[in-house]
């Protein structure tokens, strides 16, 4: 059993980067990529600690792209931890824009008469470099201005809700060009994300197939076993691997554990095999 999808605080999730590998462990995973968004940041940690249990660490990243539907469209990169690739230097790029959208972000919430400054937020998440939207989520939540973080979001963070700040997103074939050149592979996370009928998710999956991409997440961590079957279909008919992941955020989203989701998610060893063979030749 493996997990192809997991977050730390190096981004927006509540573990350290060397507790992934232990979670990992626990649940009884053979491997387990940290997937970190825009950021390869907590590679080394996590790598230290899970050499010392025996796990394998799959490097990654997750990137948020521009998206072709009513949603987010997101990327998974996996197999690159090189700080000279193309990949890293536009991630770099990112994460400078999505530092001064965060400043812009608490600004714009405040101006909304909500309790909430830039240094809560990076208290909240315990430093400046891993800031993400759940940080002013939990926030507004601690605070009492939400119900929850899923309330934050649904009133004010989400795409087209009186606080959202956009930040610069690539397009996802260049996230797959960037992928290929720095070694790596894309894949398509959870995509009922993109909010798209059946027939419009397969154009899309059938085009980011056509560009490189590797593989679709279809065993994710929130899908019914329903949806889990249909995208592993979808993944057939475009000759993609079916990869699958928790989407663990610790506390951000306690109901997804490493490995076991919500209870049900076992993500076979061989979806790691079957990936590993969609790299690019050396």
Request: net charge negative; proline share 5%; aromatic share 4%.
């Amino acid at each position: 059993m493996i997990d192809l999808h997991t977050h730390s605080t190096v981004s927006d999730g509540s573990d350290p980067p060397e507790r992934i590998p232990e979670l990992a462990a626990e649940a009884g995973c053979s491997a387990v990529a940290l997937t970190d968004h825009d950021s390869l940041a907590g590679l080394a940690a996590a790598r230290k600690r899970a050499a010392e249990l025996g796990v394998t660490l799959i490097p990654g990243c997750e990137v948020s792209c521009r998206s072709v539907g009513k949603g987010g469209m997101h990327v998974l990169v996996y197999f690159v931890d090189d700080d000279d690739c193309p990949l890293s230097a536009e991630l770099a790029h990112l994460r400078v824009d999505r530092h001064q959208r965060n400043i812009r972000l608490a600004d714009k919430l405040a101006s909304l008469g909500l309790p909430i400054t830039y240094a809560e937020v990076v208290a909240e998440a315990g430093g400046e470099e891993g800031i993400g939207r759940p940080h002013f989520a939990s926030v507004l939540a601690k605070a009492g201005a939400v119900d929850s973080i899923q309330d934050a979001f649904d009133r004010y963070l989400a795409n087209g809700r009186p606080g959202f700040v956009s930040k610069s997103r690539l397009e996802a074939l260049d996230v797959a060009r960037l992928a290929t050149a720095s070694g790596g592979v894309a894949v398509l996370a959870h995509p009922y994300s993109l909010e798209l009928e059946s027939a419009d998710l397969a154009a899309v999956v059938g085009e980011l197939a056509a560009a490189g991409f590797g593989g679709i997440e279809a065993i994710y961590g929130r899908y019914s076993p329903r949806q889990r079957e249909d995208l592993s279909n979808l993944a057939r008919r475009f000759d993609l691997v079916a990869t699958g992941g928790s989407d663990h955020h610790g506390t951000i989203k306690p109901d997804l554990t490493v490995g076991t989701g919500r209870g049900d998610l076992k993500v076979p060893d061989q979806v790691l095999t079957d990936l590993e063979a969609r790299r690019p030749a050396a």
